[in-house]
């Protein structure tokens, strides 16, 4: 299993271990047999993309944040946009692709902004 896999998984887990649900019941939404659930996080059984698109809609959280969590270097190689290659507009990129730090420098440019406009009048 790659470095990225285990990352997700072990994301995955944390957030299960902190959030209200039973085993049985998340392997009833996975379609897995009771029981595979461990082997689901330990990587002996494969982690699919429905596992967790299923996962996500659980702990009603959006799926990509475990890609972009669990996979940094991938993330940080990338050179462009999903929507560069598929033709959407720059205005489709959602701002939930952001890192927590680029977003915070948003905050902080509009923030400047304001305030600088404000002062102006």
Do not use: Y
Request: net charge positive; hydrophobic share 45%; proline share 4%.
């Amino acid at each position: 299993m790659d470095k990225d896999t285990r990352q997700i998984l072990k994301l995955i887990q944390d957030a299960l271990d902190r959030f209200p649900v039973t085993a049985r019941a998340l392997e009833d939404e996975l379609g897995i047999g009771h029981g595979n659930l461990s082997h689901l996080l330990s990587g002996r059984l494969e982690l699919k993309l429905r596992h967790l698109l299923s996962i996500a809609k659980v702990l009603g959280v959006p799926p990509h944040r475990f890609v972009e969590l669990g996979c940094p270097l991938a993330l940080r190689a990338a050179t462009r946009d999903v929507t560069d290659l598929v033709g959407l507009p720059a205005s489709a990129a959602r701002i939930g692709a952001l890192t927590s730090a680029e977003l915070e420098e948003r905050i902080r440019a509009v923030v400047r902004k304001e305030l600088a406009d404000f002062r102006k009048t």
